[in-house]
C-alpha cells in the first residue's frame, strides 16, 4: 500500500517562473492539504482540498493555486516565483468522515524548491 | 492570527535522560497533534490529543493537553539516540483537521 507520494523530489526555478508540484493521496484517502516549510521552520499551512473543492486557506497570496482531480490527486501551482518561496513543500492526506471531522494527516516527502 | 510557540528551540541530552518539550497557543484549540521530523525527512504523525486534560502514553513517550486546551507537552522518558529530531505540535483551531498551525518545533540532539 503506497503512502503519500509527490513529484518532482527537487526543483530549481528561477524568480518570475511558474511551477507546478503533484501529490497522490495514500490509498483511501480523499483529503489533500498542502503545507511550506521553509528552512529550519514548522510547516505553514497553504490550502486544503476536499471534494475537488478547496475548503480551507492559510494566509498565502493568489499566486499559489491549486487543484484536485476525480482520483483525488493534487497539484499545487506557484505563480511568479520569487526567492523567498524556496522551501520544501509537503503535501498530506486524510479521508474525512464528513467535512467537519478531524483525522490523521500523513505527510508525503516534499518537493524541495529552490528559486534562483 | 493564531501563533503556536515551542520550548525549547533546542535541546541536547545524553543518552538515558529525559525531554520535554512545551507548546503553547494563542488560542484555544479544538485539538493538538505531535509530529517527528527526522532531518532530511518529513513529518511523521505521533498522536491526537482531544480532550482537556488528556494524557496518552506511547511507550517512553507521554502526550499531555491541557485544562484549558491551550497548551500541551510532550515528555521522552530515558531518550535513545533514535529519539533525534524535531518535534513540532499543530494546533487545530477549526475543529476539522483542515488547518493545521504548526509550532516552531523543538530539535532533540541526543549523543551516547
Known amino acids: 500500500d503506497a503512502g503519500v507520494t509527490q513529484s518532482p523530489t527537487h526543483l530549481i526555478k528561477t524568480r518570475g517562473q511558474q511551477v507546478t508540484l503533484r501529490c497522490s493521496p495514500k490509498s483511501g484517502h480523499d483529503t489533500v492539504s498542502w503545507y511550506q516549510q521553509a528552512l529550519g521552520q514548522g510547516p505553514q499551512f497553504i490550502f486544503q482540498y476536499y471534494e475537488e473543492e478547496e475548503r480551507q486557506r492559510g494566509n498565502f497570496p493568489d499566486r499559489f493555486s491549486g487543484h484536485q482531480f476525480p482520483n483525488y490527486s493534487s497539484e499545487l501551482n506557484v505563480n511568479a516565483l520569487l526567492l523567498g518561496d524556496s522551501a520544501l513543500y509537503l503535501c498530506?492526506?486524510?479521508?474525512?468522515?464528513?467535512?467537519?471531522?478531524?483525522?490523521?494527516?500523513?505527510f508525503g516527502p516534499g518537493t524541495r524548491l529552490l528559486v534562483l | 492570527g493564531q501563533q503556536v510557540m515551542q520550548i525549547p528551540q533546542y535541546q541536547h541530552v545524553q543518552e538515558g535522560e529525559d525531554f520535554t518539550t512545551y507548546c503553547n497557543s494563542s488560542t484555544t484549540l479544538s485539538n493538538i497533534q505531535w509530529y517527528k521530523q527526522r532531518p532530511g525527512g518529513h513529518p511523521v504523525f505521533l498522536i491526537q490529543l482531544v480532550k482537556s486534560g488528556e494524557v496518552k502514553k506511547q511507550k517512553r513517550l507521554t502526550f499531555q493537553f491541557g485544562e484549558a486546551k491551550k497548551n500541551s507537552s510532550l515528555h521522552i522518558t530515558a531518550t535513545q539516540t533514535t529519539d533525534v529530531g524535531t518535534y513540532f505540535c499543530?494546533?487545530?483551531?477549526?475543529?476539522?483537521?483542515?488547518?493545521?498551525?504548526f509550532g516552531t518545533g523543538t530539535r532533540l540532539q541526543v549523543t551516547l
Open positions: 498530506a492526506s486524510s479521508f474525512k468522515l464528513t467535512l467537519y471531522s478531524a483525522e490523521t494527516q500523513y
Open positions: 499543530a494546533g487545530d483551531h477549526t475543529g476539522t483537521a483542515s488547518k493545521l498551525t
